[in-house]
């Protein structure tokens, strides 16, 4: 997702020198996870309560990041993304997955098809470089365009389609009752 997308959506940005991280308050659930895992990056005590020079090793940042179960919490990377954030949609029987620009696969997700109603989403999966360009919230949302061109409903065994299905009203529609 883009900075400007973040920001229209609500987001609040919290500025750092290699990379810069969002939070919408209206979608945590105040598991703590980022407050446990970086006191350095994340504490409630101080203004701002995000610091995200705190870490300085980017990627335990965003590894942190991606345990928010809520989806609160989104970053964007200042230099260094691989490909851009143009990336083309590909379909295969049990499985979608996004190519970038230079034609490397960025992430994937896997499904089985369960007679002719129900796509089962087991495994979402981004690969490594491409975090926190929205890759899993794009291969989602060609799941769930895939299951309403089907007229099929998916049952979300991966965690995170679930959190993100759940969570979004716009996808509730596809989402097996």
């Known amino acids: 997702m883009t900075e400007k997308e973040l920001l229209a959506k ?9 990379m810069d991280v ?3 308050l209206d979608l945590c659930i105040h598991s703590a996870v980022c407050v446990k895992g970086n006191r350095s990056v994340f504490n409630v005590r101080k203004r701002p309560w995000i610091l995200p020079d705190g870490e300085p090793e980017k990627e ?8 928010c179960p809520s989806g609160a919490l989104q970053y964007i990377v200042h230099n260094g993304m691989r490909g851009g ?5 590909e ?13 490397i696969e960025a ?9 002719e109603d129900i796509l089962v989403v087991n495994h979402t999966y981004v690969h490594d470089g491409f975090s926190g360009q929205g890759v899993g919230k794009k291969l989602i949302t060609a799941v ?7 007229n099929r409903k998916i049952r979300p065994v991966c965690e995170f389609a679930q959190a993100i299905l759940t969570k979004n009203e716009d996808y509730h529609d596809v989402l097996e009752k």
């Open 10 to 18: 609500g987001y609040r940005k919290y500025y750092g020198t290699v």
């Open 22 to 24: 969002y939070f919408r």
């Open 60 to 67: 335990n940042l965003m590894a942190l990041i991606h345990r």
């Open 85 to 89: 954030n143009k990336m083309r949609v």
């Open 91 to 103: 379909h295969e029987e049990n499985r979608i997955y996004l190519m970038n620009e230079e034609d």
């Open 107 to 115: 992430g994937e997700i896997l499904f089985d098809n369960v007679g």
């Open 144 to 150: 769930v365009e895939r299951a309403r061109k089907e």
